[in-house]
């Protein structure tokens, strides 16, 4: 399926309060389309609510990659299309916060 597909099935999952359901297919999702940026940052979150810094903070630095790449006004395909700059800013959020604590 379409990654944009298995990331509704995810936050279907989130949802019903289904966290372990969710992140196998957030999982599997950054495995098959790694360049996804919405997967990678709903993964990211999802650990990080689940107490899990240390799993996240790795997805929201390939997320500061990825979309550090691409021009900032692209819009990237998801559930909802936002732009390369709005997942930039949000990994360097993350970041800026995990480097104050």
């Known amino acids: 399926p379409p990654p944009a597909r298995l990331h509704l099935q995810a936050l279907e999952r989130i949802e019903e ?3 372990a359901g969710a992140t196998a297919v957030l ?3 950054v495995k098959q ?3 996804y940026l919405p997967g990678l ?3 990211a979150l999802l650990r990080e609510r ?3 810094r240390d799993a996240a903070f790795p997805l929201m630095r390939a997320l500061r ?3 550090g790449q691409l021009p900032p006004d692209t819009l990237v395909d998801g ?3 936002l732009p390369a700059r709005f997942y930039l800013a949000s990994a360097d959020a993350y970041l800026n916060l ?3 604590e």
């Open 17 to 19: 309060g289904n966290v």
């Open 27 to 29: 999982e599997l999702l």
């Open 33 to 35: 389309a790694p360049d």
């Open 41 to 43: 940052l709903e993964l």
């Open 50 to 52: 689940a107490g899990a």
């Open 65 to 67: 990659t990825r979309a």
């Open 79 to 81: 559930p909802e299309a």
């Open 98 to 100: 995990g480097a104050l």
